[in-house]
Antibody, heavy 122, light 110 residues
């Protein structure tokens, strides 16, 4: 069974930084795209970015709202993906989910973590 | 303002059929697959439909998806109380080079 477990959320001041981690169970982690999606309190889903799989050169793509401030990385040896959040703003307050594609060839996000809350406030 | 447009709410009585629509453009729905997610209160989203009309294993066939041009729809038949949730459409947007979501539709089972 595929499981995703996020960690690293918390309270941070505006302008601060935080690093989120997502540990995945299961084999052949390198076959899968890994996404980050966030949800502000009471709001809808917002795509943050993704790491493509090994076959697609681990290309990283970001939403315009976070490009230049957030960085996605992955460590296939540890079945983990990371989200470095820098220059945080109050509007970055959200639950951050990591998600994995359903299969290696479909792009629907079939597996989600439980989410980790990031609160940006002074 | 979401790139994909959904009605904020929908409702139906148990046993009825309800349809949730999602409107986009040529750069997203018009040229890429559509996905639908269900989010129950205080839980992570769940993939309901991928590839416009495919159901992952375990998703009941009461849920069906369709796409026409730059719009897509999610239909739920035989409505049940446990279907009360938020529903989101999503697609890749070639212009934005990113995944885009609809604003979500809150489904109420009367």
């Amino acid at each position: 069974e595929v499981q995703l477990v996020e960690s690293g959320g918390g309270l941070v001041q505006p302008g601060g930084s935080l690093r989120l981690s997502c540990a995945a169970s299961g084999l052949t982690f390198s076959d899968y795209y890994m996404d980050w999606v966030r949800q502000a309190p009471g709001k809808g889903l917002e795509w943050v970015g993704r790491s493509r799989n090994k076959a697609n050169s681990y290309t990283i793509e970001y939403a315009a709202s976070v490009k230049g401030r957030f960085t996605i990385s992955r460590d296939d040896s540890n079945n983990s993906v990371y989200l470095q959040l820098n220059s945080l703003k109050t509007e970055d307050t959200a639950v951050y989910y990591c998600a994995r594609a359903l299969t290696a060839t479909t792009r629907g996000l079939g597996y989600w973590g439980q989410g980790t809350l990031v609160t940006v406030s002074s | 303002q979401s790139v994909l447009t959904q009605s904020p709410s929908a409702s139906g009585a148990p046993g009825q059929r309800v349809t949730i629509s999602c409107s986009g453009s040529s750069s997203n729905i018009g040229s890429n697959n559509v996905y639908w997610y269900q989010q129950l209160p205080a839980t992570a989203p769940k993939l309901l439909i991928y590839g416009n009309n495919q159901r992952p294993s375990g998703v009941p066939d009461r849920f069906s998806g369709s796409k026409s041009g730059t719009s897509a729809s999610l239909a739920i038949s035989g409505l049940r109380s446990e279907d009360e949730a938020d529903y989101y459409c999503a697609a890749w947007d070639d212009s934005l080079s990113g995944r885009v979501f609809g604003g979500g539709t809150k489904l109420t089972v009367l």
